[in-house]
């Protein structure tokens, strides 16, 4: 009965251990001294790609690939020989090779056993395909980190939670002046002038104790301290990291030195523009008051004699009062001139959205005496919406299409043509009012000129045609101040005798003023 009982709980064991081999994940293979397959487990036979009985029976190197296939047999001879094991009992990552010829890693463990008739071992073995690629792509994923923060123009540094640096790329390297080995393992605090040098400890004392940030997320512009001593400005963002075991803060260094020049030099330039509107505005308050009260009185007295006296006079005298009253209306043309050209931007408006090709049609409304006269034929094209002042752009097209009739050639029918075309200054960026513009043609086969004189034609009292043709000079100058304005400019390009082709940018989009 106790025999029956021994042998009962004995194929007992033998069904649960079967079950258990059966049933796990890993592979479980068995094999004679000889290296030949004794058992395969469906978690082996699904690894390898084999049905168990295709393996049972024949030599367990069928499932390595070479050199481990031809060397097998050598080391179990060796094994038996000296008793000196190369894997067994202690494991390692293997190649294996499956049915369809495919190599794969897997992690195998060989137990020995020593039954009473016979010698066998035991192989575990555990597929770790996935995690080799999981491995490859973090280590992939780690060289695309380390190779964006090497080559990043920004400046990276790394600091632990005592203001210890504990990476610094070539960036950072480079903008302080320092080599890497400087740098590790000393305060951040080194890299800041007085007083932020001798506060900065205090700062990540408080941030630990409070949670409070100075700079932590938000980002700022401060000055950095050079290994030269020079001091420059940068702006810093930093961001705080948790790892696993410990915290880190990471900060990133954009230098800005250009830009605070820049931004400098642009005040100054502002600075001495607002003196010289104030030193223009003044003149044009003088010209309208001081220089025009005896130009009245020479045309005042001027004219009586003309009325009371004319009589009297001999031709040369009648000729004295004429020219002399011709010079006084020119004089006056001029100071009027010279007014408007001085409101382009101390009488200017606030800028609106402005159709220009209605403002194009109310100008060529009111020249349309002079167009009649002179038999020009207007070619117009669309013209887009822009953020403008409606009056100074009616007198910049005013100014430009009547110089287009006015320097006509003798005899040619005088042909204007209007067109547009939008203008990006710098690809992919459209966000800032003054980086799309519209750039509008304004071109006529008048008399055209010299492009030798092209910086001349826009400066007050410039004319290259003498007393020919009626005016003060100032208009083309109008025209580039109303330009500027409207954050573009005007040039043009001719050649005597064919025409002129006047071309003006403007901006499609202002800073609010």
Known sequence: MEENQDNTYSIGSQARLKAIIDTAIDGIITIDNRGRVETMNPAAANIFGYEPEEVIGNNIKMLMPEPDHSLHDVYIDNYHRTGVGQIIGIGREVLGKKKNGTIFPFLLSISEVKLQDKQIFTG??????????????LRESENKFNSIIKTAVDGIITIDTHGLMEMVNPAAQKLF????????GRNISMLMPEPDSSQHDGYMERYHKTGIPHIIGIGREVSGLRKDGSVFPFFLSIS???????????????????QKVSEERLRRYAAELERSNRELQDFAYVSSHDLQE???KIQAFGDRLKTKEYDKLSDQGKDYIDRMLNAASRMQNLINDLLDFSRVTSKSKAFVKVKLDTILTEVLSDLEVSIEQAGAVIERSPLPTIEAEPTQIRQLFQNLISNAIKFRKD???????????SVQLHAHLTSTPGDEMVEICIEDNGI???EKYLDRIFNIFQRLEGQKYEGSGIGLAVCRKIAVRHGGDITAHSKPGEGTQFIITLAKKHLQE
């Open 411 to 421: 005899g040619v029918t005088p042909v204007v043509k209007i067109s547009s075309r």
């Open 177 to 184: 002046g320092y080599a890497e080995s400087e740098l590790l």
């Open 240 to 258: 705080e990291v948790q790892l696993a075991d410990r915290k880190v803060y990471t900060g990133f260094v954009h230098d800005i030195t250009q």
């Open 448 to 450: 055209g000129f010299d």
């Open 294 to 296: 005896p130009l009245r």
């Open 124 to 137: 575990i073995v555990h597929d770790i395909t996935e995690l080799k690629k999981t491995e490859a792509a």
